[in-house]
T-cell receptor, first 114, second 114 residues
Framework: DSGVTQTPKHLITATGQRVTLRCSPR?????VYWYQQSLDQGLQFLIQ???????AKGNILERFSAQQFPDLHSELNLSSLELGDSALYFC?????????????FGPGTRLTVL | DAKTTQPPSMDCAEGRAANLPCNHS???????VYWYRQIHSQGPQYIIH???NNETNEMASLIITEDRKSSTLILPHATLRDTAVYYC???????????????FGKGTKLSVKP
């Protein structure tokens, strides 16, 4: 158990819909990262927040957005869903943002878009 | 694009040491070598990381060559539960992009056989 929690575990929805994925970092961690893992793309970095502020962006679509709240939990919002958005979404957290700050991953949310 | 090269697959007999190689010939001085593994579709699990010196923890040992261009992850007594995809990642302000996000390659699929 990494200490990172994600809800829900599974999500099934239809194209065009909007969903919210939630992540609670490990106690004491200020940085949260979101990754997407699809069958054809592997694990890809989406976005990072540090203490409430966006710190880095990866291959995140404009239809996706995220935020980190004052209690440090984070939400990833996916809208106008397409079939290709079906994937595993992982959240990770680390103490800060240095290269030596280990990222610990949550169990993931499996999103299925029908 | 991943900055590391790993064999796509390896087999190991149960109880024997598993030695997983990784090439990172373009690593720079401030970049760390991280190893994660992913068992089936679970969240990536942190194993070990290092900068220059060899490292050991309860899970594994990390041997980094003197020129830092390659490393080997050693699982001393592999069990069936060690069957997973193992990712070698170079992480740093340059290697991981901004602020240390991780770039995952395809990893090595390790199969531990009885």
């Amino acid at each position: 158990d990494s200490g990172v929690t994600q809800t829900p575990k599974h999500l099934i929805t239809a194209t065009g819909q909007r969903v919210t994925l939630r992540c609670s970092p490990r106690s004491g961690d200020l940085s949260v990262y979101w990754y997407q893992q699809s069958l054809d793309q592997g694990l890809q970095f989406l976005i990072q927040y540090y203490n409430g502020e966006e710190r880095a962006k990866g291959n995140i679509l404009e239809r996706f957005s995220a935020q980190q709240f004052p209690d440090l939990h984070s939400e990833l919002n996916l809208s106008s869903l397409e079939l290709g958005d079906s994937a595993l979404y992982f959240c990770a957290s680390s103490v800060a943002t240095a290269a030596w700050d280990t990222q610990y991953f949550g169990p993931g949310t499996r999103l299925t878009v029908l | 694009d991943a900055k590391t090269t790993q064999p796509p697959s390896m087999d190991c007999a149960e109880g024997r040491a598993a030695n997983l190689p990784c090439n990172h010939s373009t690593i720079s001085g401030n970049e760390y070598v991280y190893w994660y593994r992913q068992i089936h579709s679970q969240g990536p699990q942190y194993i070990i990381h290092g900068l220059k010196n060899n490292e050991t923890n309860e899970m594994a040992s990390l041997i980094i060559t003197e020129d830092r261009k390659s490393s080997t992850l050693i699982l001393p007594h592999a069990t069936l539960r060690d069957t997973a995809v193992y990712y070698c990642i170079v992480s740093g302000l340059r290697g991981g992009g901004s602020q240390g996000n991780l770039i995952f390659g395809k990893g090595t699929k390790l199969s531990v056989k009885p």
